[in-house]
């Protein structure tokens, strides 16, 4: 089943992105959607359902390649085990944008922001995208100056 994004797929609301078809199917009584840069299907999710928006927007419409994309990124914060949602590397194999992806019905608060800003602490990403499929925060990292930014737009890579 391919149903586009214009269209509100079961419970799951239409999100503030261009459209894109999904490979969703079912899988007893739950659904699971295809995920292209981890190549199985995922348990279909209010959050998974916003982070596959997300991964199609940062390689189908700002054309960055899937194979510098890392999905559901293990990494420590100290001594905490942290899981980063998406994670762009640049041209340079460096990280370059960090994007953190609620459920649509989750606010994007300032503990989300926070959230974000801890990990990238760690991967020290030049953008932070934040997203619940309905409110996008873009916030550039300016090193010099040692503080996040907001931003338009993420930049593209085509």
Request: glycine content about 6%; proline content about 5%.
């Amino acid at each position: 089943m391919t149903p586009n994004s214009l269209k509100q797929y079961k419970n799951f609301p239409i999100l503030d992105f261009p459209v894109y078809e999904f490979n969703i199917r079912a899988k007893g009584i739950e659904d699971e959607i295809w995920d292209f840069t981890r190549k199985k299907f995922i348990k279909l999710t209010p959050e998974e359902w916003v982070r596959q928006h997300a991964l199609h927007f940062l390689t189908k419409t700002l054309h960055y390649s899937a194979g510098m994309v890392k999905t559901e990124w293990g990494h420590k914060y100290n001594t905490v085990q942290k899981r980063t949602d998406i994670l762009v590397y640049g041209k340079d194999f460096q990280p370059f944008i960090l994007c953190e992806c609620k459920a649509y019905n989750v606010p994007i608060n300032r503990a989300v922001m926070e959230q974000a800003v801890v990990y990238n602490k760690t991967v020290g990403a030049d953008y932070l995208y934040i997203t619940n499929g309905k409110v996008h925060l873009c916030l550039f990292l300016n090193k010099e100056l040692g503080r996040y930014e907001p931003v338009n737009e993420l930049p593209s890579n085509g």
